[in-house]
Every structure is written in C-alpha cells, then in structure tokens.
C-alpha cells in the first residue's frame, strides 16, 4: 500500500561510492510506499558518521563498524571482502609456470606473495582501502611494482581488458564487476592467513524514535545488502 499522506524525513549516513551501488536498488522500493518522505544523505568519512549516529546526528548509517555500542543498535549486512582482480593474459604472462595451478588455489584464498611479479594498479592513498593492501604488501614482504594509482576502483575496472595490472576491489562492487566482464577472476585476499574483510553495518541509535517508513528502509536496505552478499567469483570454492 502506499503511504501518501504520511511525510516526513530520513537522515541516512553513508559513504558516496556505496550509494552508488546500493541506492538504486533501495530508494525505488522505498520511495513505490512512502513517496513523501525526503531522504537526506550525508557523506563524510566513516569514522565521523559514526560519531554522528552516537551523537544523535543521524537516523541511520551504513558503513564500516568494528566496534558494537551499547548505545547503538547495530546490524552487520555485509562482510565486505577485498578480492584480487588479475586477468587470465596477466597469469600467463607473469606466472607461466603455475597459472593454471595458481588460478585454481587462488579461488579459496591469495597471498600478494604469490603475485610478486605481475604489476599493479592500486587505489590511491590515504584511503582505506589502499591502507589495508599496503598492510597486505607488508606482510608479503612485498614491494609491489606499481603501473598506475588512482582514486576511483570504477576506473581500475574499466581498465580490465587491457591488462595493465591486478587490481583491488571489496565485494560491493562485484557486481559491476561481473556486469562488464562475467570472466574475470576475482580472488579473495589473505592477510596473515585470514579473508579480510571489513564489517559492513546498518546502525541507528536505541534512544532515537524510528518511525515505520525507517523501519521499512532498514528491511529494503537489508535485502539488497543480502543479494550483494551472494554475488561470488566464477568458480569460487564457497
């Protein structure tokens, strides 16, 4: 049923490139029930909207989490992997020894040792997840030979069939990937033997009134989260 008569507004939280991806999926769902309410989005950094969703400042956010608030009602709807993108032209080319052995290991998990020799295109710094591949080259004892850097993963994509170097993307943006290339090979990253991930939430504070077309967000918002989450690479073990 459509709610005409019910207005209102929803400051949400989140980070530009996920609304990107998420929003479009969202806000048609939303805005078919509830066509009156106005949805303010903020973008700053994840770090200050969660300081902004504890201060009251906000009605909703969706972003990186890693610690529960007992003032805080926190829901994790993603576990967002970070996953090496290297083409099978860049395997054979680097790797001609033990591509084909390489490619099938690298399903269940990948050390940046194991791709010491293929270059790479990289997010630039200080960016978070720059921070985290660089912690993963530390680890390796590897100091990666770098063909480009840029500030937008959309870009890295794009350069896909050109085979310029491996790259990074996290889970959210597989889809996009496998959009414009179903074949790409996607392989999750190892730091000190573990997936990284990074825990995706949907937060709101426990003394903040949320009225029903909040609460009717929250679920759309879940439900997309759940179908980015089954997006997985071509042949993955899991």
Not at 62 to 68: A, K, L, S, V
Not at 118 to 132: G, K
Not at 137 to 164: C, G, K, M, N, W
Not at 165 to 189: H, K
């Amino acid at each position: 049923s459509i709610s005409v008569s019910n207005g209102g507004s929803l400051k949400v939280g989140i980070p530009a490139y996920r609304g990107q991806i998420c929003l479009p999926e969202i806000l048609p769902q939303f805005y078919e029930k509830w066509p009156n309410v106005r949805i303010i989005l903020v973008n700053e950094s994840s770090g200050k909207m969660e300081d902004m969703i504890f201060n009251g400042e906000l009605d909703l956010f969706i972003g990186i989490m890693y610690q529960d608030s007992p003032k805080l009602h926190i829901k994790t709807i993603l576990n967002d992997r970070i996953y090496l993108v290297c083409s099978d032209e860049l395997l054979k080319k680097y790797l001609p020894d033990n591509f084909e052995s390489l490619k099938q290991s690298a399903l269940s998990g990948v050390s940046l040792k194991q791709f010491e020799a293929v270059p790479f295109l990289l997010p630039e710094p200080p960016m978070r997840l720059r921070r985290t591949i660089d912690q993963c080259f530390q680890d390796a004892r590897v100091t990666p030979h770098v063909f480009l850097e840029s500030s937008t993963t959309e870009l890295l994509i794009s350069l896909y069939p050109y085979h310029y170097g491996a790259f990074f993307c996290t889970q959210m943006r597989l889809p996009l990937l496998f959009e414009m290339y179903p074949d790409a090979n996607a392989f999750p990253l190892k730091l000190k033997g573990s997936i990284v991930q990074h825990r995706l939430v949907l937060a709101h504070h426990k003394d903040r009134f949320l009225p029903p077309y909040a609460k009717d967000f929250m679920e759309i918002t879940e439900e997309v989260f759940g179908r980015i989450a089954a997006v997985r690479p071509q042949g993955s073990l899991e």
